[in-house]
Structure formats: structure tokens, C-alpha cells
């Protein structure tokens, strides 16, 4: 995974409450045997209209939210079945991080899980950001991971809670594996304390 410091972009806002994981990865794009291509199917139907031409009205579309890097959005987003590919979709979209007041329970695992920085906060820090990246004039955001703070350009600056396993994951750019395997040493010793303690349980040679 992609380690997280310090990152800066542009944000866009998608302030729609509960917006499920059919609305940011829909279900024809989950027929693939790999992760290729997600990027063209997250928020497919926001992005394109049925002929597949893009809607020059959606935020994302337009060139001052060109290389977008983070998403402030409407509350419970993540919501619905549970589908690992609209973290993997977003994330191939660009996206580093998402701001919001809550995510669904799946979601923000699948999200940990893959790199995706999720940040909550309060209704009204999430509106100020909201309006600021609705601000194609003032919508570029810098997110300070070791911080653990938010800063709008030349605005306010927000600072936000963060397990420390999460966070020091995400500065390493660890998944779930690699966080295990970062303690192998640890793991081995403690499996020779244990067998020596209680030799009984390893298996004679034969």
C-alpha cells in the first residue's frame, strides 16, 4: 500500500447522506477477476450519463476538481452490501482520503484494510469543509497524518482522533499482512517459549 504522511489536493464535496456502495462501485463492475479498471466504474452512474458520456455537471467531471485527492461527504457513506471494490475503485480514482461525520462499519474496515484514510468529524467541521471544497477557488486541503490535522488553504484547520495501530499502518503503508508479518520476530519467539514450555505439542521427526 501506498504510505500516508503528508498529502495536499484538491477536494471535492458529495454532501448526500447515505450513499451506498452500489452508488460508488455499481454492481456490473464486480464481474472482473482482478482489481483492473475500478477506477471507470466508482460513481459510474454520478460520472457518466446511459450513453457513457460524462455529465459536465458532476463535481468530479469539472477541471477545477481535476486530480481530486479527498472527499468530504454526507453522513453513513459506505452504507449497504458489503464490497471491497468500491475502496479499491476509489483508491485507483486517486482518492487518499475521505472526511465525513460517520461511515458504515464494513466500509471503514475495508478502507483500513487497503489504505484508504477515513477521518470523522463534527457536523459543523464537516460543513465548513464541505463549503470549502464546493469552492473551486479554495478547495485544495492538506492532511497531515502524523499531525492528525486537517487544513483548508488559508482557512481554519481541524484536528481529528486516530487508532495509532491505524495510523502508524497507514504512515507505513501496511495492510493487514504486512502488519502481522512486521512482528514475525515476535511471533517466532513466542512460538519457541511456547513449544520449549510444553514440547509435547511438536511433532516428532520421523
Known amino acids: 500500500m501506498q504510505p500516508f ?4 489536493g484538491p477536494a ?11 452508488v460508488i462501485m455499481p454492481k456490473q463492475f464486480l464481474k472482473g477477476i482482478d482489481r483492473s479498471g475500478l477506477d471507470n466504474g466508482t460513481l459510474h452512474n454520478l460520472r457518466f450519463d446511459a450513453t457513457g458520456a460524462r455529465r459536465s455537471d458532476f463535481v468530479l467531471n469539472r477541471p477545477e476538481w481535476a486530480d481530486t485527492r479527498f472527499l468530504v461527504v454526507g453522513p453513513n457513506f ?10 479499491w475503485g476509489l483508491l485507483q480514482l486517486g482518492i487518499r482520503a475521505i472526511i465525513g461525520t460517520s461511515f458504515a462499519g464494513i466500509f471503514n474496515d475495508n478502507a483500513a484494510n487497503n ?3 477515513l477521518i470523522s468529524l463534527e457536523p459543523g467541521e464537516v460543513h465548513t469543509l ?4 464546493a469552492d473551486p477557488a479554495r478547495n485544495r486541503l492538506a492532511i497531515d497524518l502524523p499531525a492528525q490535522s486537517i487544513s483548508g488553504d488559508g482557512g481554519p484547520r481541524f484536528a481529528f482522533d486516530i487508532s495509532p495501530l ?10 493487514a499482512i504486512g502488519t502481522t508479518l512486521d512482528q514475525a ?7 519457541a517459549r511456547h513449544h520449549a ?3 509435547w505439542l511438536v511433532p516428532h521427526a520421523r
Not at 454532501?15 to 456502495?21: E, K, L, S
Not at 464541505?130 to 471544497?133: E, F, G, I
Not at 491505524?166 to 495492510?175: H, P, V, Y
Request: net charge negative.
Open 5 to 8: 504522511t503528508t498529502v495536499t
Open 12 to 22: 471535492a464535496a458529495l454532501p448526500a447522506a447515505n450513499t451506498d456502495t452500489d
Open 78 to 87: 459506505g452504507c449497504g452490501s458489503s464490497r471491497e471494490h468500491a475502496v
Open 115 to 117: 489504505g484508504l484514510l
Open 130 to 133: 464541505s463549503t470549502l471544497a
Open 166 to 175: 491505524r495510523k502508524d499502518a497507514l504512515m507505513r503503508g501496511l495492510d
Open 185 to 191: 520476530g515476535a511471533i517466532r519467539a513466542f512460538e
Open 197 to 199: 514450555a510444553q514440547p
